[in-house]
């Protein structure tokens, strides 16, 4: 189930990850013809776009809005995030990755920290944008229990989770079986192994979560909204 489409776009400060929803997954961005345009623009141009928004309200906020120990805590390269929808359903999850720039080799932790779930899981489904333009591999997608890192830490994986990762023939989903279902408590994530895709573009993965018992339902946690660059 993919996101409708959005009406406005905020400027929102995020910390050193990135961003999400909850309820059923949320707007995944901007009408396909005005993402074509703002994915065609380089990260300088778009914050030029912004850049005035971004000062008024710094200006607004006592100069609290530009956080450089928070904006650099795990080392993510992009200070601000847009988000592209005001659904009030929008709920951000954090993530880290060991390389923004296009074509590069990375890591992607996306982050499920307890207090993001409600429930243990049984299955975890990650829908993955129709432009996303790298090959995904099963084999190099790991659940597992992580640590987040901080100013002085890097995010990682403590204990792997044995589980089956599946992906559907088009790449645009991840899903993951869990041997036995994980439990609420603790914070967990995937790594993913993989070349950054091609292009300065933003991509939204939503969260959808399936809990134990007798309704075969998954229900949404969240998105990461990733920047490459």
Known sequence: MKPAGCVQTDLVITDSYSAG????????????????VISNMSPAAVLRRFVGAAAIAAVGLGGGLLNPASAHAQGTPGLLEFRWDTDRDYRKLYYYQTSASENDRSEWFLLLRAKDRKTAFIKLT??????????????????????????????????EVPATVEINDDQTAIEVFPDSPVSVEGDYGLRVKLFNPQGQRMYQLNALMQAPGDVPLSAYVGSWLVDVD
């Open 21 to 36: 929803p909850e309820g059923a997954p949320p707007a995944l961005g901007l009408r396909r013809i005005l993402l074509k």
């Open 126 to 159: 990650v829908t993955v944008p129709d432009y996303f333009d790298t090959k995904l591999r099963p084999e190099r997608i790991t659940l597992c229990r992580t640590k987040t890192g901080g100013m002085t830490s890097r995010t990682r994986c403590l204990e």
